[in-house]
């Protein structure tokens, strides 16, 4: 199994330039989670899903937007790329709400 | 509200010294609390968790953690460390099957050879 995979591993934006980053976990795990890790300040929510086809928002969903069309895969959409949204994505799975959650590598995301 | 706290933002130890890294929480109830460990460029690696019953839990790595509810704690252990240990280490705690997990700050453990 691959666990949790995540694309691209590092990405330079300019200000209003669009992306996405995908996600894909091969547990067969109906939960997954986006968050962002800055600095000092550990993870933050992004967005969540408790399975295909339902999203929900997390702590800091502003400037985000996900999708989950498969249990496979999670990707989180940036629109209007803007400086406060560099850090570094994780996206992780679980098998239920409270279970361990398994996480990708993480994508470094600078927008300048 | 509710949050994590970890103490330390870094902590430096000798390799073979024992090792404690704080956790507090503030929730209205006892919550289900995690210790995570990201070592460099990795994403986070569950440690071990704690639900109820026995408050001194085992995990993985010869970690231990124990929760004390008087102090609203929940501190992780280790009794010799490697330098393979140097990472970074997240406290997160969970209220309730409708709260979304939260995570503290981080303590950065350095390991001196």
């Known amino acids: 199994n691959a666990g949790v995979t995540q694309t691209p591993k590092f990405r330079i934006l300019k200000i209003g330039q669009s992306m996405t980053l995908q996600c894909a976990q091969d547990?067969?795990?109906?939960?997954m989670y986006w968050y962002r890790q800055d600095p000092g300040m550990g993870l933050k929510l992004i967005y969540y899903?408790?399975?295909?086809?339902?999203?929900d928002k997390g702590e800091v969903p502003n400037g985000y937007n996900v999708s989950r069309s498969t249990t496979e895969d999670f990707p989180l959409r940036l629109e209007l790329a803007a400086p406060s949204q560099t850090s570094v994505y994780f996206c992780?799975?679980?098998?239920?709400?409270?279970?361990?959650?398994?996480f990708g590598p993480g994508t470094r995301l600078t927008v300048l | 509200a509710q949050s994590v706290t970890q103490p330390d933002i870094h902590i430096t130890v000798s390799e073979g010294a024992s090792l404690e890294l704080r956790c507090n929480y503030s929730?209205?109830?006892?919550?289900?609390l995690f210790w995570y460990v990201q070592s460099p460029g990795q994403g986070l690696q569950l440690l071990l968790k704690?639900?109820?019953?026995?408050?001194l839990v085992q995990g993985i790595k010869g970690f231990e953690a124990e929760f004390k509810r008087s102090q609203s704690s929940f501190n992780l252990r280790k009794p010799s460390v490697h330098w393979s240990d140097a990472a970074e280490y997240f406290c997160?705690?969970?209220?309730?099957?409708?709260?979304?997990?939260?995570f503290g700050k981080g303590t950065r453990l350095h390991i001196l050879p």
């Open positions: 929730y209205g109830a006892t919550p289900y």
């Open positions: 997160a705690a969970q209220g309730n099957r409708d709260d979304k997990i939260i």
């Open positions: 547990m067969n795990h109906n939960y």
């Open positions: 704690y639900f109820s019953g026995d408050t």
């Open positions: 992780a799975s679980s098998y239920s709400w409270l279970d361990e959650q398994f």
């Open positions: 899903s408790v399975g295909a086809g339902i999203t």
